[in-house]
Nanobody, 125 residues
Framework: QVQLVESGGGLVQVGGSPRLSCAAS????????MGWFRQAPGKEREFVAG????????AYADSVKGRFTISRDNSKKTMYLQMNNLKPEDTAVYYC??????????????????WGRGTQVTASS
């Protein structure tokens, strides 16, 4: 069974730079495409960033492009989301997602088979 555990959230000042981590309990991490999604209060869950199996291809939502960076370390079975210049509208529960794919970066929520429980990020002014 695949388990994903997010960490690194919390209360962060507007303009701050938190880094989220997603540790995966899987057999071969490099066979999985990974992604970050978020859900703000009263809103639907939305795509934030995705990364392919090797880390060579990435994709971002327009709202975070240029501020957030997704990366992965296959030797540590861990994915990261570096968040810079945090804004109040970034406040949400952030979810890590994974699915077996060595083809592409995946943006759609329905494409991901495995999900973490989420970590809260609150941008405070």
């Amino acid at each position: 069974q695949v388990q994903l555990v997010e960490s690194g959230g919390g209360l962060v000042q507007v303009g701050g730079s938190p880094r989220l981590s997603c540790a995966a309990s899987v057999g071969t991490f490099s066979t999985y495409a990974m992604g970050w999604f978020r859900q703000a209060p009263g809103k639907e869950r939305e795509f934030v960033a995705g990364i392919n199996w090797s880390g060579g291809s990435t994709a971002y939502a327009d709202s975070v492009k240029g501020r957030f960076t997704i990366s992965r370390d296959n030797s540590k079975k861990t994915m990261y989301l570096q968040m810079n210049n945090l804004k109040p509208e970034d406040t949400a529960v952030y979810y890590c997602a994974a699915t077996e794919s060595r083809i592409a970066v995946l943006r759609s929520e329905v494409a991901y088979r495995y999900w973490g429980r989420g970590t809260q990020v609150t941008a405070s002014s």
